[in-house]
């Protein structure tokens, strides 16, 4: 979704912009009072309406946590991918999908880890799975992925934790790892506490991943709802969850409603000093 940002004197003349580049019923996502020094300006970002109108409707089929009929066995797990940003919350997330009513009901989730630097990073995830007597599987190489398919095979669903991805190291082993396990979806893991500006630079690397799904974690740690629905504008993908805390056992929502909420509300006045 195209996001454009528009800037003036008053509000009056800057509507006025905005009505004549996106039409009268366009959507203003975000308004605030800017001071450059002795001048004060007004910048209001706003979006075409009928393309909010599409987004949304691609939000709303895809939030229902359907994976596969109920009851119904298909010949190989589901296969669910997590990829993002370091320290996004790929592992929490992992643990929350794995246990979480929101997310597989009562279906047989397992896991499994991409850690070909063995990093060691997936302990956490190990001693959960343990804990909570859950199948996983930790691979340090490709020819080990078939193995550990072999033995989540009597899972519903597998979910694929992934390490932390800076986008400028696009050649990093597990990348080739995850093309070969052919994952059935791919949630680009995204914090909201990002600038949402860096959301669509962040989704283009994300692309040769072949990421079909965005979902927003630590909603908690944000203040308002403007960035929550400009990272969702910007990156402009299907959504079924969303993270908002650090228990695994809770903090697991539907995205829908959160992020249509986040739209509604989402025009705020802040004063910030450029
Ligand atoms: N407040 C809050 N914290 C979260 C949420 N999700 C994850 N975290 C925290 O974010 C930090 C990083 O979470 P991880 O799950 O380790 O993130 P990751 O993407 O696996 O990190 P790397 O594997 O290092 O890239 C931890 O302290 C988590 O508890 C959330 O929804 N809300
Ligand atoms: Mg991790």
Redesign the pocket.
Known sequence: MRLERFRGRDMASVYRDVCLTLGDDAMIAHSRVVRDGRQTFIEVVAVDAREVARFRKQLTPAAAPVFAPVGVRRDRPYVVA?V????????????KLATHNAAFGASRAGLLALDPDRSG?FE?LVRFADAHDLDVEVVHDQKSIRTAQRRLAACDVIIV?????APRSPRAAWRAMLREIKPDETHL?F?ATTRFDLATHIREDARSLGVSHALL?????VPNDANLAMIASALSLPARWI????LAGT?LRSAAPMIINAFDVAPDEQVVFA
């Open positions: 997590l993002g940003p370091t320290g996004g919350g790929k592992t929490l997330t992992a643990q990073t956490r934790d992934t390490p932390g991805c893991v914090p974690t630590k909603i908690d740690e993270t908002d805390g650090q903090d």
